[in-house]
């Protein structure tokens, strides 16, 4: 779902400070209740015994658990991505090539699961890589293995856990995006005797450009700065940086690294955020 | 083109069941008629969710996150919905620069705002577990209020209020009779959305609960790890049912999808 450009409705009034009065309340709220909290939670990573140092940080990326954890986090993210790239293409064109009422009715189908707690969404892997769940029961079953295998609590959970909460994201991205190609240009490239990879890749790709790079850009940011996946499906042995943040502060009282940590991860969600609106803007172009 | 074509349905077969199956196994779970949690279950019936509205502990969350989702969904349209009016029909200076501010609080992950709020507003101000929950999530769904509000207000045309104003009708008035009315179901739209996040959020009050106050999904997680009756999926089919039934009823009546 490509993010409209909002806001774009003429003023009509002159009279600037009924504006500024209307808009004051909520200004102000969000800037005492959010802004300020999260600053001085921010510079909480900067200081030291003295005042203003990086210390913090050069602590943090020398302990090599958190350097795991930071790692982990962005090859997931990666991963996830990827294979949400992979998966929503096919699927993408699968609905766009159907017919006009089902195109709705598939959308709607993919668009579901985002309505619903991500809890609940990740509650069902448990039932079904826990030791005694349905996949071990399969695998048994067939004899495919003596015992039953650890699924759970592993990067492999949570790698399937964040396609399944994020893919709807990149499907019905690149849906609008290929939803907006003129409908003769496959066709024609088809009838100039390109073959299915090349019309793939020089031609939907290229032209699906801008919705790819927004639905990586949202798959990847709620990938690095999810929790209740990793914490469900990974526990303390998959640490992703949302479930550290929260191990740190709730068993170690540990600001300072709480503090990096979401330093870290706001620098990733804004740099994200801002890629996509460049892309997004581009777009009107 | 037919082998495409059949490979691309199956794509989208294998990809549906993916992302549905899931429910299907969580509603088959919480139906089982045994003991423990298991997929396939054993017999189907049901007690376990006939017995999930009589846990005390769930019932008591579930409270809690049905009160804060209205109550922080209300606020968050009180300063929101003037607030979007304001900057989008007065020539306001900054206009760009306040409406950032306003949608900021997407931008950053719930759990740092949670965090944030625990250590410098909450624990100085000495607030209240349920108020500094309704805080965190007004300002949770404040950024979803002015954002579908405004798409709401761009839609509707000005003509009708200038000649309104023209006419000699008060802003207030104009605004009362004219764009309210108009704007309705943006509002109503933005009531839901506002709600049904406010209802699933778990990171914003991870650090915000206390001991018996929380709120349903935190409940619910919390419970999963030592909880192996088939409650807890029983609860989350219901709840997925539950936002499932207010979106569909909001999209056939409203057309919701407009507004996201």
């Known amino acids: 779902m490509a993010p409209q450009q ?5 003023a009509v009034f002159d009279d600037r400070r009924i504006g500024m009065a209307l808009a004051a309340p909520a200004a102000l709220f969000v800037a005492l209740a959010f802004i300020l909290p999260v600053a001085v939670l921010l510079s909480g990573g900067f200081q030291g015994v003295d005042g203003w140092t990086l210390a913090r940080f050069a602590e943090f990326a020398e302990e090599p658990l958190y350097r795991e954890v930071f790692w982990r986090t962005v090859k997931l993210g990666a991963l996830v991505t990827l294979t949400s790239a992979v998966l929503g293409y096919a699927t993408a064109l699968a609905i766009v090539d159907a017919g006009p009422t089902w195109k709705g009715r598939w959308s709607g189908l993919v668009m579901l699961p985002l309505m619903i707690s991500p809890v609940a969404r990740t509650y069902a892997w448990i039932v079904l890589l826990g030791r005694t769940g349905f996949v071990n029961q399969v695998i048994t079953g067939l004899g495919l293995s003596a015992e039953p295998l650890r699924l759970l609590f592993t990067e492999t959970a949570v790698f399937i856990g964040l396609v399944q909460l994020f893919l709807p994201l990149m499907v019905l991205s690149l849906v609008s995006a290929l939803e907006n190609l003129p409908a003769d240009v496959v066709p024609a490239a088809r009838v100039l005797g390109a073959r299915w990879p090349t019309v793939f890749f020089r031609v939907l790709l290229p032209l699906s450009r801008e919705g790819l790079v927004i639905g990586g850009t949202l798959v990847f940011t709620g990938s690095v700065t999810a929790y209740i996946t990793p914490a469900v499906l990974g526990g303390s042995k998959v640490l992703m940086l ?4 929260y191990q740190r502060v709730s068993v170690a009282s540990d600001f300072a690294s709480a503090s990096v940590i979401a330093l870290i991860l706001i620098v990733m969600s804004v740099v994200t955020h801002a890629l996509l609106k460049r892309a997004s803007s581009a777009r009107k172009r | 083109m037919n082998g495409m074509r059949a490979a691309g349905a199956l794509a989208l077969g294998a990809v549906l069941l993916f992302l549905l199956g899931p429910f299907v196994v969580i509603a088959l779970a919480g139906l089982s008629a045994g003991e423990t949690l298991a997929f396939p279950p054993q017999g189907l019936s049901l007690r376990w969710v006939i ?16 009160q ?73 769904v404040v950024p979803y209020a002015v954002r579908v509000v405004t798409a709401s207000l761009d839609n509707l045309r000005t003509d009708v209020e200038e000649a309104a104003v023209m006419l000699g009708a008060t802003r207030l008035q104009s605004f009362f009779r004219i764009v309210l009315p108009n704007i309705r179901s943006g509002i109503i739209a933005a009531f839901i959305l506002g709600f049904v996040t406010s209802f699933n959020q778990v990171p914003v009050s991870l650090f915000l609960t206390g001991p018996g106050i929380t709120t349903l999904p935190i409940d619910m997680l919390t419970s999963m790890e030592f909880v192996y009756d088939p409650s807890i999926a029983a609860l989350s089919a219901l709840m997925a049912l539950l936002s499932i039934a207010i979106v569909a009823v909001a999209e056939r009546a409203l057309g919701l999808s407009r507004y996201v």
Do not use: C, Q
């Open chain 1, 242 to 245: 949302e479930t550290l943040l």
């Open chain 1, 6 to 10: 909002f806001g774009a409705g003429r």
């Open chain 2, 68 to 140: 804060l989702g209205i109550g922080s969904t209300l606020l968050a349209l009180l300063l929101g919905v003037p607030a979007a009016y304001g900057l989008a029909r007065y020539k306001v200076p900054g206009r760009e620069a306040i409406r950032t501010v306003l949608i900021a609080p997407l931008i950053v992950p719930g759990i740092i705002v949670g965090l944030a709020l625990l250590r410098h507003a909450v624990i100085p101000l000495d607030l209240g577990v349920t108020w500094a929950l309704t805080l965190a999530h007004t300002v949770l």
């Open chain 2, 51 to 66: 017995a999930v509205f009589g846990m005390e502990n769930f019932r008591a969350s579930f409270w809690l996150s049905l």
